[in-house]
């Protein structure tokens, strides 16, 4: 009996202690205070020094060209994260080999993963990413909406007494991303429906595609922590060949070989195909460019995809018969 209250009264004093953290947090004015924010990943980031402007200094762990799904936090994260007022991560695996420490900062700080709020059902659970929802949502604009309405809702939890200068940001911003969605609606629309097909380097555009109607290969799977094997580009390559691809695209945060690879695949097999340009997946590009920002990110993408696919499928067969036969083992289509 006195054992079963013993284990009875652990983990209340988990809870109980995870709601005094919580209240003190709250309790803490920082209405004077600049509030300090770490995140992830870039995206994450330019939300939050939207959303927080002049309220906040915002903390990027992870730049331009760098694999979240590979990242590993250094000595120096680690004491930018146990320094930070409120932390923003992805969530849904995203950041693979920060988990543990993120589970740590939670019972210190605020930590919030912006994919929090997201109707489960809005999102994907490919096969090969074993049971996991696929991390990749911010190239749905829709979804990424959601996650921008989460660091705001965390922000005026934080700082109440600032709320205004956080839902003003924050609907500004929005209907940016609102204007954003409908130009990517817009550009897909150039292509034919039966002609919107994106290869790249690994999964990271299942919501783009199911969003804006394109059929989406990737030649690693969602997370890139598992190599493409040589079977993987055999696969693929037979499937460019077949249905004569025109394009297929390389990611900057994912070494530019793995595409090149595929590319050299297909052309033993008598065809070529085009390397349709660099897409910003998991990283935006440098600071200071317009594709350094979440808005430039995504228009460049779209641009360089509809550029590189526009008008060129009916070169390779006739407008009526070409039709796209998907591989019956293509998790994503
Ligand atoms: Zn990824």
Redesign the pocket.
């Known amino acids: 009996m006195k054992h079963a209250v013993v284990t009875f009264l652990i983990p209340l004093s988990i809870l109980y202690s995870g709601c005094t953290i919580e209240h003190d947090k709250n309790a803490k004015d920082m209405s004077r205070e600049i509030i300090k924010i770490v995140t992830t990943t870039g995206m994450i980031a330019d939300a939050a020094k939207i959303v927080g402007g002049t309220r906040v200094n915002v903390t990027g762990l992870m730049g331009p060209g760098v694999?979240?799904?590979l990242y590993k936090a250094s000595a120096g994260d680690v004491t930018r994260l146990s320094e930070a007022d409120i932390i923003f991560y992805n969530g849904l695996h995203?950041e693979a080999k920060l988990g543990e420490l993120l589970e740590e900062m939670q019972s210190r700080t605020e930590t919030i993963a912006v994919s929090r709020s997201i109707n489960r059902n809005l999102l994907v659970s490919p096969p090969s990413f074993k049971g996991n929802y696929d991390?990749?949502i911010w190239f749905d604009v829709t979804l990424w909406i959601q996650a921008v309405e989460t660091i705001r809702d965390a922000l005026n939890m934080l700082d109440p007494s600032n709320n205004k200068i956080y839902t003003e940001n924050a609907s500004e911003y929005i209907r940016e991303l609102q204007d954003l969605h409908t130009y990517v609606l817009n550009r897909s629309a150039e292509i034919p429906p039966q002609h919107r097909v994106l290869i790249t380097a690994?999964?990271?555009f299942n919501y783009f595609g199911k969003q804006y109607g394109f059929k989406v290969m990737g030649l690693q799977g969602?997370?890139?922590e598992a190599e493409a094997g040589t079977s993987d580009v055999q696969r693929l390559a037979d499937f460019i060949a077949e249905n004569r691809i025109p394009a297929i695209f390389v990611e900057s945060?994912i070494p530019r070989r793995t595409i090149q690879a595929l590319q050299l695949a297909v052309a033993s097999r008598g065809f070529n195909v085009e390397i349709g340009g660099e897409l910003f997946?998991?990283a935006m590009g440098n600071a200071g460019t317009f594709e350094g920002t979440f808005i430039g990110m995504v228009t460049h993408n779209i641009n360089t995809i509809v550029d590189a696919l526009k008008n060129k499928v009916p070169r390779y067969g006739t407008n009526n018969s070409y039709s796209i036969r998907f591989a019956s083992n293509c998790s994503a289509c």
């Open positions: 694999d979240p799904h995203l991390p990749h690994h999964d990271a969602i997370s890139t945060s997946s998991d």
